[in-house]
């Protein structure tokens, strides 16, 4: 019994934490099939670099023959040297075997090897790179669409609020049609008002299921309204520009793709230019004609490519201007940075004064509703005053509770837009 206890405790523990965002997000990491891509991309690109070392190391081939005759070989003595006929000796009758190894090791090329492993290397690190920018695109993502079923979920609790509000009233309402007080209108305008929040209830809970189905396919995980909790608030560090233009994949992919570039000239470069190559080669045979049995020939020298139609030059070339183009799109996407960042930071500032001001709206708003009811009680005001006061609360206190929400996601996304990943967030 105890287990099952245990058992059901640390089950409703993993459900009320479901769908908290840092949750769902590290879900998201480890199921979305397009981080997952970019991650086995970074495995073929570890492969792609062992491979290119490999240009290092020599070339070691090996062949092992065996010679079948398929008729007796002969040598044949021309008429009129020793007899007045041809004459046809025999060679051998033996079959036989060859086995040679061979060694070929290429020593310097003028950094054409060299350039090609760091290109290897630089297209390993594009790859990681991108997993992170994958990550950071799935978290600003996931973040939008768990910021929409908080805006939603928020404005459902306000209307539920003001439905449990209206309940009440009603009841007191009713009594005071029964004692003739108030007229039948007033009744039916309240009825009316609670009507028509169920029907905007019932059209947010519609959104709100589309959102949380968005939410499961970037996250990988089951959500329900009732699990989506509020944000946690964050502090940005100082200075977000300047951190993006340090920390921004788009930048750093750019920046590696332009060196990578100007390597692949180099190689081309290289292609025109002396190679120092070594060549060690063994043989064996048990040709019973061949008198030594066994050899090694070394071979060292100079190889280069006389003429290739300017093949190479030209490519390397074109490497170059991609290169320079590269560096142009470095230069325009790092203005589009500074610029994105400079707006986020003016929707937040935005937000952060729609906040001060919807606090202040809703504490009126608040302080109206109490009054205003206390006051319709006595009969002062009429049931046209009661649902003004009830749907002026409803709107403030959802424009509070929104603008809290839409606040912290706004610091958030800005982290997420300039932060380096690994980096953990702040609390205030």
Not at 179 to 185: I, L
Request: net charge positive; glycine share 2%.
């Amino acid at each position: 019994m105890r287990k099952i206890t245990v058992l059901v405790l640390l089950l409703f523990s993993f459900l009320l934490e479901a769908a908290d965002f840092n949750t769902l997000l590290e879900n998201a990491f480890k199921n979305n099939k397009e981080i997952q891509s970019a991650m086995k991309e970074v495995k073929s690109s570890e492969y792609q670099v062992k491979s290119v070392r490999s240009l290092y190391f020599p070339d070691i081939e090996a062949g092992y023959f065996k010679v079948i005759y398929d008729k007796e070989p002969l040598v044949v003595l021309p008429a009129g040297s020793f007899a007045p006929i041809d004459v046809y000796f025999p060679l051998t009758d033996d079959n036989f075997t060859n086995f040679n190894i061979t060694l070929n090791w290429l020593l310097y090329d003028f950094g054409g090897r060299s350039s090609a492993y760091k290109s290897a290397k630089k297209g390993f690190e594009a790859a990681i790179l991108n997993v992170n920018l994958t990550k950071r695109q799935v978290a600003i993502n996931l973040l939008d669409r768990y910021t929409d079923a908080l805006t939603l979920k928020s404005y459902i609790d306000v209307i539920n609020h003001s439905i449990d509000a209206i309940n009440s009233h009603l009841k007191d309402i009713k009594e005071f049609r029964e004692e003739g007080f108030v007229p039948k209108s007033d009744v039916l305008r309240i009825e009316a008002l609670k009507l028509n929040l169920e029907a905007q209830k019932a059209e947010l809970k519609g959104k709100l299921k589309v959102v949380l189905g968005d939410i499961e396919r970037i996250s990988f995980t089951k959500v329900n309204e009732d699990d989506i909790s509020p944000l946690k608030d964050i502090k940005l560090w100082k200075e977000p520009v300047k951190l993006a233009l340090e920390n921004r994949e788009e930048l750093k992919l750019l920046k590696t793709q332009s060196d990578v570039y100007k390597l692949k000239a180099k190689i081309e470069k290289s292609l025109n230019l002396p190679q120092l190559v070594a060549k060690v080669e063994y043989n064996d045979t048990t040709n019973a004609l061949n008198p030594v049995k066994s050899n090694t020939t070394y071979y060292v020298g100079v190889k280069f490519k006389i003429f290739d139609g300017m093949k190479s030059h030209y490519n390397k070339k074109r490497y170059l201007k991609l290169s320079e183009k590269t560096t142009d799109l470095y230069d325009d996407t790092k203005e589009k940075i500074k610029i994105q960042i400079e707006n986020e930071l003016e929707t937040l500032n935005a937000l952060k004064k729609q906040y001060k001001f919807s606090k202040k709206a809703f504490e009126a708003a608040k302080e109206n509703y109490r009054v205003v009811k206390l006051q319709f009680k006595e009969h002062i005001v009429s049931s046209v005053d009661l649902k003004d006061a009830i749907t002026d609360l409803k709107q403030n206190e959802a424009n509070y509770l929104i603008t809290g929400e839409k606040l912290k996601a706004q610091k958030i996304k800005i982290l997420w837009l300039c932060k380096k990943l690994g980096e953990e967030t702040h609390e205030e």
